[in-house]
């Protein structure tokens, strides 16, 4: 008789992944044990600084009237609210533009053309307003990053990159 043992690494990332969250694609999941630790590490690490690079926008933009017409600032939450996003957002799908937005939210914009544009803005009080086009039709709702990126909003993102 034979036993099969399941590979730990395995087992532990396919069940402590939430459906609602962005987390390793299945092929990267049956890829983990193939990596040395060290490149897994390194290649997070240069992810993480792009992501940072990305979210380092003007000083400015955290100071009252930074258009000249009564913006808002930017509250510091907000990036670390924009920053906990990306971090979770998966590597499959292309990274944003990151926007200042005058009503003080920060935007991460995934624009194609005037049709198909998407933007999940933050505010740093804890909610994602998000709105877009596809084709005519506007898509737009509130969620929480709870327990990770809603399907619904990466659903929406892979729609406008396709």
């Not at 009252?64 to 998966?90: D, M, Q, T, V």
């Not at 937005?101 to 053309?113: A, I």
Request: glycine letters at 8%.
């Amino acid at each position: 008789m034979s036993t099969l043992v399941a590979d730990p690494v395995l087992a532990y990332d396919i069940f402590t992944a939430s459906s609602r969250t962005s987390g390793a694609g299945l092929y990267d999941l049956l890829l983990a044990g193939r990596v040395p630790h060290s490149e897994l590490l390194a290649s997070e690490q240069v992810r993480r600084d792009d992501i940072d690079a990305r979210l380092e926008l003007d000083p400015r933009y955290r100071e009252s009237n930074w258009n000249g017409e009564g913006a808002a600032p930017i509250p510091n939450l907000a990036f670390e609210e924009a920053r906990a996003f990306l971090y979770k957002f998966p590597t499959t799908l292309p990274m944003p533009d990151v926007i200042a937005e005058p009503d003080g939210y920060l935007g991460l914009e995934w624009y194609r053309n005037r049709r198909l544009l998407y933007v999940v803005s933050f505010n740093g009080q804890g909610a994602l307003s998000c709105s877009g086009l596809i084709g005519q039709t506007k898509v737009y709702g509130t969620y929480y990053l709870d327990d990770g990126i809603p399907t619904e909003v990466l659903r929406t993102i892979a729609r406008i990159v396709q």
